[in-house]
């Protein structure tokens, strides 16, 4: 059952992005996808490293034993979220309104992830907490979305033939 969730979790992603990403904003969700893989898995790794949290079911299991981080959180729904998070965000909001922001999308993953460590097996705290991953999770969407702030501004819009 949970490679499934996994495996549904990806589809939708997916979808989600062939949906709510507009052609011409492919380039910037490339900088995000990719520079929040540059966060996430030395982070993840750190975290299972030091014992805190365990991913004990994985889509591709044999990748596990090299890679004990969440292959499929890390390096794929994470990021995707984050393209959602910059793509969408409010500029022109006071900041009690964009920390506001910052934990609607932090904290509607914590749920999901408090929900799956609760009735799966796909995430395993040991020594974390929810609010370690509210933390984490709002950190890396705040350093992801101002490297890209600072990305863009150095864009230059190029013609399509």
Request: aromatic letters at 24%.
């Given at each position: 059952?949970?490679?499934?969730?996994?495996?549904?979790?990806?589809?939708?992603?997916?979808?989600s992005l062939k949906?709510?990403?507009?052609?011409?904003?492919?380039?910037?969700?490339?900088?995000?996808?990719?520079?929040l893989q540059v966060?996430?898995?030395?982070?993840?790794?750190?975290?299972?490293?030091?014992?805190?949290?365990?991913?004990?079911?994985?889509?591709?299991?044999?990748?596990?034993?090299?890679?004990?981080?969440?292959?499929?959180?890390?390096?794929?729904?994470?990021?995707?979220?984050?393209?959602?998070?910059?793509?969408?965000?409010?500029?022109?909001?006071?900041?009690?309104?964009?920390?506001?922001?910052?934990?609607?999308?932090?904290?509607?993953?914590?749920?999901?992830?408090?929900?799956?460590?609760?009735?799966?097996?796909?995430?395993?705290?040991?020594?974390?907490?929810?609010?370690?991953?509210?933390?984490?999770?709002?950190?890396?969407?705040?350093?992801?979305?101002?490297?890209?702030?600072?990305?863009?501004?150095?864009?230059?819009?190029?013609?399509?033939?």
């Amino acid at each position: 059952m949970e490679r499934w969730i996994v495996a549904g979790s990806l589809l939708l992603s997916i979808i989600s992005l062939k949906k709510l990403v507009p052609s011409e904003k492919w380039r910037d969700a490339w900088i995000l996808f990719l520079f929040l893989q540059v966060i996430t898995w030395p982070a993840g790794l750190f975290a299972v490293e030091m014992g805190w949290i365990d991913y004990p079911t994985q889509l591709l299991p044999q990748a596990n034993k090299y890679n004990k981080t969440s292959f499929s959180f890390e390096f794929f729904i994470f990021p995707i979220v984050a393209i959602f998070f910059s793509l969408y965000y409010p500029y022109k909001i006071k900041r009690l309104k964009a920390l506001l922001y910052y934990l609607y999308f932090a904290g509607f993953f914590t749920f999901l992830e408090v929900i799956l460590e609760k009735y799966t097996t796909l995430v395993e705290y040991h020594d974390w907490k929810w609010y370690w991953t509210l933390l984490t999770v709002m950190i890396s969407l705040f350093i992801n979305h101002k490297y890209y702030f600072w990305f863009r501004k150095r864009l230059i819009k190029v013609k399509s033939l």
